[in-house]
């Protein structure tokens, strides 16, 4: 999927979420967080291989921003 395309789902995805009912979005932002939890070292992992491949095409402000770590998590 292309960026562009991904930015466009997020964005109708943000709409469709503010109209669902607060309680539902809880029990939806709470899976989201476990399924965050759960595949951490995964992401972690994932993170870094992205870093690797572009980071040297990045400002290094954008990059210390897109770096993740078990806290930002």
Do not use: Y
Not at 25 to 31: D, P
Not at 45 to 60: H, I, S, T, V, Y
């Amino acid at each position: 999927m292309k960026v562009i395309a991904i930015v466009k789902a997020a964005k109708l995805a943000s709409f469709k979420m503010a109209t669902v009912p607060h309680e539902e979005r809880c029990q939806f932002l709470e899976a989201f967080a476990t399924a965050i939890e759960k595949n951490a070292a995964f992401l972690l992992e994932a993170n870094q291989k992205d870093l690797r491949l572009f980071g040297e095409e990045l400002e290094p402000s954008l990059l210390e921003r897109l770096k993740l770590s078990s806290e930002k998590l």
